[in-house]
């Protein structure tokens, strides 16, 4: 559809750097693609410096700003001249109509500058003689282009909802179901995933429950950097791998050290992040290992709360060279619970992660006393927006 636009279209960063432009601009410009994507528009495109009156940068970079703080803005039409690719120094006398609207991203953010170019410089010299009719022509085209855009909008907001719904679907295929608990018996866990609400498209947030030799638990958590099919599906490959490692591994620190090794070969799984923690009833104790994930929780029957914070690392893939990563253990007793958890569910934009670490030992004291379904269900509520959280949230609750 971008491509095949009769309009002159481009797309740029807030930053206003050229991230894709259709054969229609490129043709209106003179440029061939690799003299415009990658760059400042206004390296691309700069003033006519024989003109000591050239006024274009500035009032185009005055919509830009705009339209990158989020406003859609229409520009009178306004005289820029274009210098020749194949005859440097030789410039162009031309008019254009010029359109910038803002596309939001899955945060509600400006991600792109939708740039939309008409010429009429032809147009405006043939109509010179008549001004009514040159301005009649004018407020038609602005009209007609304003339209244009709207619907072009309208689709690439389309396109972001249906590939919401496919990462959905690829998302839930490939993680434990949540209900009935994937496990049985004495640790039989509750599990939830919670997309974002309000965005355009799903993350790569997981969880994972292993069944291991002389009645262990392993039980992992992860998020993947970015967004959609793309995060979905490195998700999907990072929750297999670990899958695999944790059942052969000595335990979870060389299960994340063989994750990581994996990470560097998957595209889009650099900087995630993951925790793997094994429960061992019969000792009744567990080890864990975290690859810059945020520290699980370990809830006592008399409320106390300890967070797993002792065996920390960086995300995977993120050390030059390969390091073993640190393993802690923590003893506890019958009755407690295991809670591990992304960041979804206590980060927020305005405060420290202190605080929502806090919040979130503060709910569970609370409840304490409510079986792992209900207590699911209760940090849920006290902890995700009423409004809708703006990221995703996976949980798993485990007794032990």
Request: glycine share 8%; proline share 8%.
């Amino acid at each position: 559809m971008f491509e095949a636009l009769p309009a002159g279209v481009a797309l740029l960063t807030p930053d206003l750097i050229y991230v894709e432009a259709n054969p229609r601009y490129l043709r209106l410009a003179g440029r061939r693609r690799e003299q415009v994507v990658g760059r400042y528009i206004f390296e691309a495109f700069p003033d006519n410096p024989r003109r000591k009156d050239a006024l274009g940068t500035h009032r185009l970079a005055a919509s830009l700003r705009r339209a990158a703080g989020g406003q859609r803005d229409t520009m009178a039409v306004q005289r820029y001249d274009t210098q020749r690719s194949d005859e440097p120094g030789v410039w162009d006398e031309r008019y254009w109509s010029v359109l910038n609207v803002p596309v939001l991203g899955p945060d509600g953010r400006v991600r792109w500058v939708l740039n939309r170019v008409e010429e009429v410089t032809e147009l405006l010299r043939a109509k010179n003689e008549c001004p009514a009719e040159r301005a009649n022509f004018m407020e038609a085209e602005l009209y007609n282009h304003a339209r244009e855009l709207q619907d072009v909008n309208e689709r690439l907001r389309s396109a972001y909802a249906r590939e919401r719904e496919v990462a959905l679907v690829l998302q839930s295929a490939m993680l434990p179901a949540p209900s009935p608990s994937p496990h049985a018996g004495p640790h039989a866990a509750a599990v939830r995933y919670r997309p974002a609400q309000g965005a355009l498209n799903v993350c790569g947030d997981w969880y994972d429950l292993v069944d291991l030799p002389e009645g262990r638990t392993a039980v992992a958590v992860g998020d993947v950097v970015g967004h959609g099919l793309e995060a979905a599906a490195v998700m999907g490959q990072l929750r297999s791998a670990l899958t695999a490692t944790l059942r052969i591994a000595d335990g979870p620190a060389q299960a994340l050290e063989a994750l990581g090794l994996h990470a560097r070969s998957i595209p889009g799984a650099e900087a995630a992040t993951a925790v793997a923690v094994i429960v061992d009833p019969a000792r009744h104790d567990l080890h864990y290992s975290s690859a810059g994930h945020l520290p699980p929780a370990l809830l006592a029957p008399d409320g106390g709360v300890t967070l797993l914070d002792r065996a920390t690392d960086p995300p995977l893939g993120a050390h030059p060279e390969h390091l073993p990563r640190p393993q802690a253990a923590l003893e506890y007793h019958t009755g407690a619970t295991l809670i591990l958890y992304t960041d979804g569910l206590i980060e927020r934009r305005d405060e420290d992660i202190d605080t929502s670490v806090a919040r979130l030992a503060h709910s569970l004291t609370g409840h304490r006393t409510l079986d792992p379904e209900p207590l699911a269900d209760a940090l849920l509520a006290d902890l995700l927006p009423s409004d809708g959280a703006t990221d995703d949230t996976a949980l798993v609750v485990l007794p032990l």
